[in-house]
């Protein structure tokens, strides 16, 4: 799966999820294919991520 940010970038996503760390405008999480590192310009960009990432399945 893949997320869209507000300026159009994508974030590959590969289900399940196995953890996920957010420090204030940074979202570290381990999927099947590694740990991955998504920056975002604001902590509510952030907070969106975070929410769609534990929503997937």
């Not at 953890?19 to 952030?46: P, R």
Request: net charge positive; hydrophobic share 40%.
């Amino acid at each position: 799966m893949s997320y869209t940010t507000y300026h159009g970038t994508q974030i590959r996503v590969a289900c399940p999820v196995l953890a996920i760390s957010v420090n204030k405008h940074n979202v570290a999480f381990a999927d099947q294919c590694g740990q991955q590192l998504g920056v975002f310009n604001n902590t509510q960009e952030a907070k969106a991520f975070v929410s769609w990432l534990l929503t997937i399945h």
